[in-house]
């Protein structure tokens, strides 16, 4: 069974920093592209970051660029989201997913996690 589990969410003062992971399971996503979206409550998905297969093309939202990192580690199979400076309207749920090409959209992913919670107060 294919799997993507994101971890460590969780609540942070403004200007704080949190680091999401996601492992994933069930197959080897080397080849794939990895990504972040977030939802924040009534609102609609939002592509945060992208990553290509090899780490050489990453994409990010003008809203986060600057303050996230997306990275990845092939051997582990894992994707992270570095994310500093963090402000309110960064309060959402973040999901990690895996497709075949870099991509803005969520259409271009076949493979998404539950996604993991953070809250960043003011």
């Known amino acids: 069974q294919v799997q993507l589990v994101e971890s460590g969410g969780g609540v942070v003062q403004a200007g704080g920093s949190l680091r999401l992971s996601c492992a994933a399971s069930?197959?080897?996503?080397?080849?794939?592209?990895m990504a972040w979206f977030r939802q924040a409550p009534g609102q609609e998905s939002d592509f945060v970051a992208t990553?290509?297969?090899?780490?050489?093309?990453?994409v990010y939202a003008d809203s986060v660029k600057g303050r996230f990192t997306i990275s990845r580690d092939n051997a582990k199979n894992m994707v992270s989201l570095q994310m500093n400076s963090l402000k309110p309207d960064d309060t959402a749920v973040y999901y990690c997913?895996?497709?075949?090409?870099?991509?803005?959209?969520?259409?271009?992913?076949?493979?998404w996690g539950q996604g993991t919670q953070v809250t960043v107060s003011s």
């Open positions: 997913a895996a497709g075949k090409t870099t991509s803005r959209y969520l259409y271009g992913y076949d493979y």
């Open positions: 990553i290509s297969w090899n780490s050489g093309n990453t």
């Open positions: 069930g197959r080897t996503f080397s080849s794939d592209a």
